[in-house]
């Protein structure tokens, strides 16, 4: 295993100082043009060498006509070409010196018959030149730490700790508005495999791991291609940070849809199972579970065991999460009597301290950040919480308008106490070492949400998914326990 | 079974013309202000009588020292005192000629103790003046075509299909922006039950069930009280509505927060499963899943069978879409040499006409919401569709702006192309009358999902979400084809 992505294949595709791009032109409608647009816009800050027959510029960046016209040796080349040309193009690159591409073009092992033979040219090509490369048919590379972007929908700019290794493109370049409409998040890294024709998962796999903006690994998986390479890598790699993956193709129609898709061919749902559990890695059965998983396993620190507690203002929130609680093979333990004597002064009569500790309301909305929870923090027969979120910066608003807070200062005053509120809820976190998954129906539009999320604090659109996602980071720490026992 | 609502003794409590509201001060901290604020921002129209000891107005409303000074006898009293007065205030509104009331106030049976004869004593004096009630411990009540929402929470106004009992209030109260981010949909009304001393959850049934805004309803359960009469009366209303539940009882620690909660004695899940199957409801797993059942439920044709076409641009989301079928008891058929022939025009060379039928791009973008669709919703083979989406006004605004139209036209020109493409969808489902259930990564805040959602196409934020919703629809139409049969 590598040290240093800098060792890594992947490192020019990812890293990349120059492109020679192919395929665009001043025709907006072309993909090859429309990714340019999106590396243009999201700020990328390398060269880039557009590489076209006729025009003189692309896009505004001087064109060049040929790759052997270039004034320099580009990291990698970048290829969106009609599928007839590629072939000659990779090769084109190789006599030109470069080692590194990504190619986007589809119309290989994907369709099958003569698709079959041009994919074995550029890989027969490949070795020739030394050339590594991801696709064909793949859409492309985000690196969100160098505002790289070289994908056909331009993202928000979020540099996020999920490294993102997948199977189709849809779950990089469609997912940046979803990772940051729930959990404010996004890719550090994201690479599109395609049709893995030279480099394959298991590269994708040792890059991310010695990534340091990675905190944890997403896998979309139609099909495994190399099973011990893949088993060994992700063994290894899930000692040093955890591994989600999605499986698409555990059932009949999944299968068949894969073939249609990226030409693989998938195992049945056991085999896959026993080659995540073998790898040390958490298997997600959505794809909002796996970047549900990413996204906690990501935040927080890894609980201990299984017991937790869950803290809420609200009675049926507090026990859909306690029935998802057991569902997920996790334990609500009743508290201990020092416990209970310390939350004693903050549950009014209405309130319940069994497990979960329903407070019905707070008089002092800071104690529900603060002062309860970490009393629960602090309870050793429970490993983390989950908490459900209920207030809003409009509640608050009219408590302070109530109060006779001036409206002038009222916005200052909301600021400030969410602010405080989310700020002490994450400061809990770091000074107890324990997981708190937050659980709401709001979302980041309530400024309660993102100033949690945005402290790190995990949370979740539902008492279910919150549940699961604490499950994950119970099952990653058992699953790495045993890979370390093993190890030594 | 009722045949109007006008005959369940709910009418009065959803449908009030004139309310005693007992609890409310110019102390806005207070809850029984809190939700006098919300009635009045949320524009309800009819008389409020707020009864206070000392206060001449209460938030600006003429007050009354008592109930006996009120100038007319009002349909209902909405009750949110502290627990030691609310019985005597029963009996006062009893005296008066009160015949219907919303008890908020907590501290009965769900407290134990002194709460049981408290509650006990509720009972006897609403028996003795004929009173019906909800609660105590409970919410409140929303009918959003009222404009009435005697909750603590503004709602946004929406009015929604979905009719709701809940044995929780915060699932009528917190869902409000829920419902609205994520289905632009709302209550059409909403009973919270508390501790169901006099109304229950079988009134609320039969009340929904005649409801004329209602499509669906939605039930969340801790415990049922009443096995048989709720069995009987959910059959009945199931065979002009469908009605969905989640039930949060099923597990040991589940069955231990209901009883914190409500005082509720749950049962175990094969007991519910039973209930439910003989009620003719379709089961819900989480609180998303209740709500994307009863939003797709209220917003489509039912499917005839299980056989679905899956549409996509992209083969991941596809891939993913065809697995959860599968998983959901859904059918991908493969397509009649009659539509293949039909389609064939529409598809790219990297497209793949197989089921899931992924074009990978199209080159008429209205192809796809409508001819494409139309061919597939033509064959016989099929009972309905899942499509993806994946569409932006951004991209729209992008293909245009490379096309060179001048920037005061483009956003005209976005807000036509959208309207025209999810009309087309919309009056799809219409003409052939078989339902498309959409899926998206991407939310309302997108122009295209709003646009087909407000037009009726119900949209889900994942294939599996989706598969999932049109498995319910598959299940409640096979449930109430069983109870129909079994009617004759």
């Known amino acids: 295993m590598i040290t240093s992505i800098a060792q890594s294949p992947l490192f020019p595709i990812a890293n990349p100082k120059s492109i020679a791009f192919f395929g665009a032109s001043n025709n907006y409608a072309a993909m090859g043009s429309s990714i340019l647009t999106t590396i243009l816009t999201d700020g990328f800050e390398g060269s880039i060498y557009p590489v076209h027959p006729k025009e003189k510029t692309v896009l505004n960046l001087t064109a060049y006509a040929d790759v052997s016209d270039l004034p320099e040796i580009p990291d990698m080349a970048f290829i969106v070409l009609p599928t007839k040309i590629v072939v000659q193009t990779l090769k084109a690159c190789g006599e030109r010196g470069i080692r590194h591409a990504v190619i986007v073009s589809a119309g290989f092992n994907e369709v099958g018959g003569e698709g079959i033979d041009l994919q074995k040219q550029l890989q027969q090509i490949a070795d020739h030149y030394q050339i590594r490369f991801t696709g064909p048919n ?48 996004g890719f550090s890294t994201g690479f599109s495999l395609g049709n893995e024709a030279n480099i394959d998962m298991v590269d994708c796999i040792e890059y991310l791991g010695a990534c340091p903006n990675t ?34 193709g555990g059932s009949e129609t999944g299968r068949k849809a894969c073939l249609s898709h990226t030409g693989s061919l998938s195992g049945p749902d056991h085999l896959y199972d026993g080659v995540f559990k073998q790898s040390g890695i958490i298997r997600a059965h959505s794809i909002e579970e796996l970047f549900d998983f990413c996204y906690t396993l990501g935040s927080s620190p890894l609980p201990r065991g299984n017991r937790l507690i869950v803290q809420t203002h609200s009675g049926g929130p507090g026990a859909a999460a306690a029935d998802a609680c057991e569902r997920t093979g996790l334990e609500l333990p009743q508290l201990s009597s020092e416990t209970l004597e310390k939350l004693a002064p903050f549950i009014p009569h209405t309130g319940s301290a069994n497990n979960p500790i329903d407070l019905t309301y707070t008089k002092n909305p800071l104690d529900f950040f603060h002062g309860i929870p970490e009393v629960l923090l602090e309870e050793e027969g429970a490993d983390g919480m989950l908490i459900y979120f209920l207030a809003s910066a409009k509640m608050v608003r009219t408590a302070l308008t109530g109060m006779g807070v001036p409206k002038e200062e009222i916005d200052t005053q909301i600021k400030n106490i969410i602010d405080a509120q989310c700020s002490a809820i994450a400061s809990l976190v770091t000074t107890h070492g324990k997981p708190i998954v937050g659980f709401s129906f709001l979302t980041r539009e ?39 026992q093993q190890k030594v």
Not at 454 to 470: I, K, Q
């Open 446 to 484: 309530n400024d309660f949400i993102a100033g949690l999320q945005d402290r790190g604090v995990p949370v979740l659109p539902s008492p279910e998914r919150a549940a699961r996602a604490f499950g994950a980071m119970v099952d990653y720490t058992r699953l790495r326990n045993k890979l370390t």
């Open 138 to 185: 793949c859409i492309g590379v985000v690196n969100s730490h160098l505002r790289l972007n070289a994908t056909f929908l331009p993202s928000k700019g979020k540099q996020g700790f999920i490294g993102m290794a997948s199977q189709s493109g849809s779950f990089i370049t469609q997912m940046f508005s979803f990772l940051d409409d729930r959990y404010g998040q």
């Open 215 to 248: 905190r944890v690994i997403g896998l979309y998986i139609e099909s495994i291609r190399q099973g011990q390479k893949f088993i060994e890598m992700a063994r290894r790699v899930s000692l040093v940070k955890p591994i989600v993956a999605f499986y698409a």
